[in-house]
Each structure stands twice: as C-alpha cells, then as structure tokens.
Nanobody, 124 residues
Framework: QVQLEESGGGLVQAGGSLRLSCAAS????????MGWFRQAPGKEREFVAD????????SYPDSVKGRFTISRDNAKNTVYLQMNSLKPEDTANYYC?????????????????WGQGTQVTVSS
C-alpha cells in the first residue's frame, strides 16, 4: 500500500507559478513511476505529466509542455510539479498517482494509488 498526499495548490493569477508536491509513504518510492493528472468540474481526468522511477524519463501533453516540469526526489519520497505561465484553463483539482512499473504513462487506469488532490485556481 502506498499513501500519497498532495500539497501546494492555491489561487494564482494568470501568468503566475505554483509548485505542487506529493509526499509518498508506505512502500519503496523508487519502485514506482509517478504521474500527475487533473480534473476540472464536468470534465474528464486529464494527464499532465509522468516520470519514471529514476527521474530520467518524463513526458507531457502538448497542453502543458514547456510550462510544467515534473521531478522527483527519491531520498525524500516526493514528486513535484512546477507549473509556470499558468492559464485559467489550468484550473482543476490536481492529483498525483503511483504505478508499480518502470514507466507511468498517460492512461490513468494504469495507476495503482492516488492522492486526494489539491485545488489549483488560476484567475484571469
């Protein structure tokens, strides 16, 4: 069992930045690929970023590429999402997820554990 807890969400103006953190506990963190997803009211869950167990391989959808950066610190059992140049359409509840595999991927169904989420609101 892996417990995940996100933090760092909040209200920010368009063009601003936020850094989300996701602290993991319960199992060996480096055994898991990690991902960030988001979901806005009335919309489907959307892939935001993933990172492999070592941190060397990362991927992003076009909607956030160049603005968001995922990273991890296996010594601290934490994964981060640095979000820059935020836009109102980035407003959503952001979730981190863990998958017991080398790679994460963009399909949320393949992740094994989820956090409760942290709200990000970007005002125009």
């Amino acid at each position: 069992q892996v417990q995940l807890e996100e933090s760092g969400g909040g209200l920010v103006q368009a063009g601003g930045s936020l850094r989300l953190s996701c602290a993991a506990s319960g199992r060996t963190f480096s055994n898991y690929a990690m991902g960030w997803f988001r979901q806005a009211p009335g919309k489907e869950r959307e892939f935001v970023a993933d990172i492999n167990w070592s941190g060397r391989i990362r991927s992003y959808p076009d909607s956030v590429k160049g603005r968001f950066t995922i990273s991890r610190d296996n010594a601290k059992n934490t994964v981060y999402l640095q979000m820059n140049s935020l836009k109102p359409e980035d407003t959503a509840n952001y979730y981190c997820a863990a998958r017991q595999a080398d790679m994460g991927g963009s399909n949320w169904n393949r992740y094994d554990y989820w956090g409760q989420g942290t709200q990000v609101t970007v005002s125009s």
